[in-house]
């Protein structure tokens, strides 16, 4: 059950009134006051202006410089302006590699509004297809070659189109002009311009120079602004390098060489020609060989010289070492008697001569007009290994030639620590020790210069782009052996192409000439063995007044294998050239009579 409250009641049952209520107030409201508002607005107007004039001095004054640098930066275009390359020629000025103008094709695709139809106006003139260029005309890349090294003739019928946004630097193309003669010698560039092999590569801070680059603004359409932004920071150009090389003498060895391997069968051939008395190298040949011009499509193996890279055992050039080391020592003279048996028992081995033959009366000089290994080792024992080792590193023997050649391998020779019981007899003779081309011609060279090794060179000189030459400096010398040990040494030499000898056939009518032949086991890297044979002739001439040296050697000929029967020849066509080429005279002296036997 509920029970509702009821208000009271008076007794006449009716509710009494409430308290009285306040009475509703009649008076209007208090107005506001304007100028607080407008002061309020005032100020707030007044924040607005000075937020707006701290904006507007930052984007005048401090920041201008870096926006305006952006708008221009998005227009600008910088081309790089390569260096001209320097030309190398040979000894007479004449021009092996030398530099072309052309200009590279460039694009900047964001200024490119239709890539087809551009690359439809630029197709028969670049020879490329459509799609190749419209692909590389297609995307947002502001820099992008379209093609490189094309004419200069080519790029003026591009640039008459008006195309937007196809700009061209300046570039250059490396041409041979003498195609492969010495091609091996002064090697080859790149893509890039850059040498790759040779002496383009050595030679690259001499020839390369330093490259510059301008900088300028274009318009909406593409074109340069005339009155825009052009900075130039101009290339500096390499300088032209002088090789001591004589292109003609280098072009017939070559022939020469290549005519010889090709005719036996051989793995290779090289052949050096070289004056004594500077070091100066006249030429430098190797077969198989290559063309720079088309470098890409070549063997690597060809691209290389050899005359520098490649090291093998000597054999018998060997032997004037022995000999020169003997008679400075004065252990022999070139007339002194040694008895030569058919063999010879050295550290437990059996030692043999090449053609087979019973005991033999030699005097040494007919010891090395014979090529005996047996009389070599006989008379090496007369100064001992440590005497012997310390001469054959006078003379160069695995020492840096001194050219800096790419690839040049120094040789080799076995500390005399290392030595076994058969290393002095088999070194003696030119086995167990190995050189390359141009150490061997240094040898003979060194004789042939009073016994004063003289370190071979390549460069004559520089010209640079105030056209002045400035010769390199003379090759630095040292002396081997005494004028009178280098001059007995050349007569025993002379003995070598007489008709005892064992080279006639490279006997040069009207002139002395000295040599040596060599007939070596050749080491076979594929099978780590001694298989096939290095057949080398070295020699100088006139031989009492030496001025040229050449030195012909075949690695693994499969006709014939005698140094005297295959490099003589070669020695003869070569030598008798530069002696026409050169106008040096016979001496018109009689060659000595030395005995040979006893």
Known sequence: MSTTLQPPRNRAGQVPPGPPRKPRS????????????????????????????IKLIDVQALTAPTYAGAATASREVTSVIPATRGTITDANGVALALTVQARNVTADQTLIKDPRATAQLLAPLLGKSVGNIQARLTGNRRFIYVTKSITPKTWDAVKALRLAGIFSEATSTRVYPAGQVGANLVGFVGASGSGLGGLELSLQNTLGGTSGKQTFEVGAGGRQIPSGTDNLTPAVDGSDVRLTIDRDIQWVAQQAIAAKVAETGAESGTVVVMDPRTGNILAMATAPTFNPNKASASKPGNRGNRAVTDIYEPGSTSKIMTAAAVIEEGALKADSKI????????????????????????????????????????????????????????????????????????????????????????????????????????????????????????????????????????????????????????????????????????????????????????????????????????????????????????????????????????????????????????????????????
């Open 339 to 598: 008895t030569v048996p058919p063999t010879l028992s050295r550290g437990g081995s059996v030692f043999h001569d090449h053609d087979k033959h019973g005991t033999l009366h030699l005097t040494f000089a007919g010891v090395l007009a014979k090529s005996s290994n047996i009389g070599t080792i006989e008379a090496s024992e007369k100064i001992g290994s440590s005497t012997l080792y310390g001469y054959l590193k006078k003379f160069g023997i695995a020492e840096p030639t001194g050219l800096n050649f790419p690839g040049e391998s120094r040789g080799l020779l076995p500390d005399l620590n290392q030595w076994s019981g058969t290393s002095f007899p088999t070194i003696a003779f030119g086995q167990g020790l190995s050189l390359n081309s141009l150490q061997a011609t240094s040898v003979f060279a060194t004789i042939a210069n009073g016994g004063v090794r003289v370190q071979p060179r390549l460069v004559a000189g520089t010209v640079g782009n105030d056209g002045k030459f400035v010769a390199a400096p003379a090759s630095p010398s040292v002396k081997v052996v005494s004028p009178q040990t280098a001059r007995t040494v050349s007569d025993m030499l002379e003995s070598v192409v007489s008709d005892e000898g064992t080279a006639p056939m490279a006997r040069i009518p009207g002139y002395r000439v000295a040599g040596k032949t060599g007939t070596a086991n050749r080491v076979d890297p594929t099978c780590g063995c001694y298989r096939g044979y290095t057949a080398s002739f070295i020699g100088f001439a006139p031989a009492d007044n030496p001025q040229l040296v050449v030195s012909v050697t075949l690695q693994a000929p499969k006709r014939g294998h005698y140094g005297g029967r295959l490099g003589g020849p070669v020695f003869k066509r070569v030598m008798s050239f530069a002696l026409q080429e050169l106008r040096i005279p016979p001496t018109g002296t009689p060659a000595p009579k030395l005995r040979l036997t006893w």
């Open 26 to 53: 009649t008076a209007q409201p208090k107005p506001a006051n304007p100028q607080r508002r407008l002061r309020l607005a005032g100020g707030f107007a007044l924040i607005i202006l000075v937020v707006f004039v």
